[in-house]
């Protein structure tokens, strides 16, 4: 599963650049979710059908605007559509409404948002010709349980231990199911993905502004210090700071990387790397 381009843009600058609060708290939310659609990922795997095929991340265009979806999984007789939260703080569900217990304040409707989003995905998958059902699911997969439900939702959620359980019941439905055509798993597959769109294509982010200002040259990459000239030799780095080595050529083509996610939205070239990394680096 591929780290979204914004993720990664606000990795790379934050090791260059101090954010304010607030991109940092989004950068910390964004690791959380990622963390969480990682985790979700790995216990699909263990039990997903030879066949089946998962999808994550996925980005459509619609009237509305983009629509972002965590997960579909592709199967011969359904489509699942998964909405997976990494909820940290221990929260409940009660009147209707999500609320963090420690500190009162409301989260925004997860199951509202999950009725949305199907129904806005069942015209993009009628317009590729998928004419199974549609299921869509909550997954909390955080260890620890934190979400306690004062009301009965148990058909719209998955916790972590409930997601093999789920899948095999599912499984083992299909295999005696005769209702639908099954699908060509492969073909809508590969429509899916063809209809999603960039996550990066058409997107400016507000934290551009910072990158002028951030620190420049190649810096250490387990504590973020800037390299030296003096702690750089022929065929490594190793960084005063904490001890930290690094092949010199790994480490100017990491840099290289980062100074393509930093601009983004320019064609790189080896006069913007020189400047960036400095002649001493190189």
């Known amino acids: 599963m591929d780290k979204p381009f914004y993720l990664e843009f606000l990795e790379t600058l934050s090791a260059r650049y101090q954010l304010p609060d607030p991109s940092r ?72 409404e999500f609320y963090n217990l420690a500190k009162g304040y409301k989260y925004q409707n997860y199951f509202a948002q999950m009725k949305r989003q199907n129904e806005l995905l069942m015209p993009i998958l009628e317009s590729l010709g998928v004419d199974v059902p549609l299921v869509s699911r909550l997954v909390f997969i955080n260890e620890e349980d934190t979400v306690v439900f004062h009301e009965n939702m148990q058909d719209h959620y998955l916790k972590r231990w409930q997601i093999k359980p789920f899948l095999r019941r599912v499984a083992q439905q299909q295999a005696r199911s005769t209702h639908y055509r099954p699908l060509n798993v492969d073909q809508v597959t590969l429509a899916l993905i063809d209809k999603s769109v960039a996550e990066f294509a058409q997107d400016t982010y507000e934290e551009q502004v910072f990158v002028q200002d951030a620190r420049r040259g190649i810096i250490c990459p387990h504590c973020q210090a800037s390299i030296k000239s003096s702690e750089i030799n022929r065929f490594a780095i190793e960084c005063s700071r904490c001890g930290g080595y690094e092949a010199k050529e790994r480490a100017i083509l990491r840099t290289i990387c980062e100074i393509g996610l930093l601009h983004y939205d320019q064609a790189l070239n080896s006069t913007m790397v020189c400047e960036f990394i400095g002649v001493e680096g190189l």
Not at 29 to 36: C, E, L, N, V
Not at 67 to 91: M, R, T, W
């Open 25 to 96: 708290t989004k950068l910390w939310a964004m690791q959380t979710g990622f963390k969480g659609q990682k985790d979700f990922e790995a216990v699909v795997q263990e039990v997903l059908p030879h066949g089946w095929r998962i999808l994550h991340d996925l980005n459509f265009d619609h009237s509305i605007g983009k629509i972002q979806i965590d997960a579909l999984l592709v199967s011969p007789h359904g489509i699942y559509h998964f909405e997976v939260k990494n909820l940290v703080a221990e929260c409940e569900y009660r009147d209707g």
